[in-house]
T-cell receptor, first 116, second 109 residues
Framework: GAGVSQSPRYKVAKRGQDVALRCDPI?????LFWYQQALGQGPEFLTY????????KSGLPSDRFFAERPEGSVSTLKIQRTQQEDSAVYLC??????????????FGQGTRLTVV | DAKTTQPNSMESNEEEPVHLPCNHS???????IHWYRQLPSQGPEYVIH???SNVNNRMASLAIAEDRKSSTLILHRATLRDAAVYYC??????????FGTGTSLTVIP
């Protein structure tokens, strides 16, 4: 595809359920980022991959959050034992080079997670 | 704090220029300034970025103050499709963007 693809677009989870959110970055993009966006707020950084290496996970809010990118392309964000405060839009972004100080990042449309 | 400061909301008449301000008083010499915008139910979309000098592209212009403590995004002729939340972001040697709450731009027909 031409852009960053995320699936599912919407997910409703019961509290305590595990969820997995998928991100397909633009082909060939080295860097991949996950962000969490609460209603009415700007996105908050979660984690960053360069190829398959997770170089920064300082934004993950708890050990219930786990991200992987085993082959350096598709990435999955997993949330275990979901809580209501996990309800948010989860955004994935990719960029063609390492780091992103002076490059354009391409965002997906996000996955809206609602925990009930 | 790595986040920037922007007005919560602004209005503009259609086909008039819009100047969106941003303060980043703690910026360091190697930090870039990025602007992204976000339409409802969409991911953020790149608008423009720069380091020291003013930048122009097909979407907008970016004017960076000489001391780099502030910048202004300029939309030369606002259209209804420009209605969005505009985020001014600084990026440093780290890899994350620090988004603030952004400026919600309303374009009045």
């Amino acid at each position: 595809g031409a852009g960053v693809s995320q699936s599912p677009r919407y997910k409703v989870a019961k509290r305590g359920q595990d969820v997995a959110l998928r991100c397909d970055p633009i082909s060939g993009h080295v860097s991949l980022f996950w962000y969490q966006q609460a209603l009415g707020q700007g996105p908050e950084f979660l984690t960053y991959f360069q190829n398959e290496a997770q170089l920064d996970k300082s934004g993950l809010p708890s050990d219930r959050f786990f991200a992987e990118r085993p082959e350096g392309s598709v990435s999955t964000l997993k949330i275990q034992r979901t809580q209501q405060e996990d309800s948010a839009v989860y955004l994935c972004a990719s960029s063609p080079v390492q780091g992103r100080v002076n490059t354009e990042a391409f965002f997906g449309q996000g996955t809206r997670l609602t925990v009930v | 704090d790595a986040k920037t400061t922007q007005p919560n909301s602004m209005e503009s008449n259609e086909e008039e220029p819009v100047h969106l301000p941003c303060n980043h008083s703690t910026i360091s010499g190697t930090d870039y300034i990025h602007w992204y915008r976000q339409l409802p139910s969409q991911g953020p979309e790149y608008v423009i970025h720069g380091l020291t000098s003013n930048v122009n592209n097909r979407m907008a212009s970016l004017a960076i103050a000489e001391d780099r403590k502030s910048s202004t995004l300029i939309l030369h002729r606002a259209t209804l499709r420009d209605a969005a939340v505009y985020y001014c972001i600084r990026s440093s040697t780290g890899n994350q963007f620090y988004f603030g709450t952004g400026t919600s731009l309303t374009v009045i027909p």
